[in-house]
């Protein structure tokens, strides 16, 4: 093949004018026969360099015509060789000043007082931190004399809202606080967001429980306000898990909707819990 391929480059196919890239008469078909089948097996740059142009928009492939893309070998700027170059003499910092001699603290405004000095102080804002509205166990208990709260049943926080212990605005839950923890004597369970170290201890020595349940902002509406999802046609959501950082500061995942039962804790819940408050 090869030696078949010498034989026709001895006789190359002759250079077309400048005026025109592509000649008005093509070449001699039985000069391009051999070349096709002499360069089948060579590769698609054989093929490219000298098979006939298929078409106008085909441009030939030269050895004399390479050259790389443009900016792929672009040099670094040499500053300070010579005025020809444009960065000579100075190397492009003018003349004179602070800025032409050396480097200078950043923000620095010649002596007077830079704007991050100027401008005002702003708090800083955690969106990560939850609010939590507090109810006593004190007002608890004097709902239940009052036969507002049923005793017998499981207190959740749509019950403490709707027999006002807590305001309608719950932002991010309910933490269950230790005031009035003498006034409970009878066991009563509940399902709040936090609870104190007291509030648990007083609750439990009645033999009542307390446990922390975890709802989103979308659990919490269909929590209190479930008539909004039937008013819009749409159904209840489902129980959210907690993110990552919560997870060791609450039980269980809140139930939808409002639950009436407590759910029994297990020996090793207990203790786990009392490990944690105990840390």
């Not at 078909?29 to 298929?54: D, K």
């Not at 070998?73 to 000579?88: A, D, E, L, N």
């Not at 492009?92 to 704007?115: I, N, S």
């Not at 499981?154 to 991010?172: C, N, P, R, V, Y």
């Amino acid at each position: 093949m090869w030696r078949r391929l010498s034989q026709v480059l001895k006789n190359p196919i002759p250079r077309h004018s400048s005026s025109s890239l592509f000649p008005k008469t093509p070449p001699n078909p039985s000069v391009l026969r051999p070349i096709a089948s002499a360069t089948a097996s060579v590769g698609s740059l054989h093929r490219t360099a000298f098979a006939a142009p298929m078409s106008t928009a085909t441009a030939l492939l030269r050895l004399d015509d390479l050259q790389d893309n443009k900016r792929s070998r672009q040099q670094k700027t040499r500053k300070g060789r010579g005025i020809g170059s444009g960065k000579g003499k100075t190397a492009g910092r003018g003349h004179k000043g602070q800025k032409a001699r050396g480097t200078y603290k950043f923000g620095f405004e010649g002596g007077q007082t830079p704007l991050r000095r100027r401008m005002p102080k702003r708090r800083f804002k955690n969106h990560f931190s939850l609010t939590f509205q507090p109810v006593g166990l004190g007002k608890i208990a004097k709902l239940i004399n009052e036969g507002i709260i049923d005793s017998s049943e499981l207190i959740t926080m749509k019950t403490l809202k709707e027999s006002g212990a807590i305001g309608k605005q719950i932002k991010d839950g309910v933490r269950l606080m230790g005031r009035g923890a003498e006034e409970i004597k009878w066991p009563i369970h509940l399902e709040v967001s936090r609870v104190t170290v007291r509030a648990k201890e007083a609750v439990e020595a009645v033999g009542g429980s307390v446990r922390r349940v975890y709802y989103n902002k979308l659990g919490f509406r269909a929590l209190l306000n479930p008539e909004w999802f039937e008013k819009k046609g749409r159904l209840l959501p489902k129980a959210a898990r907690p993110p990552p950082k919560q997870k060791d500061k609450v039980d269980s995942i809140g139930r939808l909707p409002a639950p009436t039962k407590p759910i029994p804790f297990f020996p090793e819940e207990k203790v786990v819990g009392e490990a944690q408050l105990s840390t």
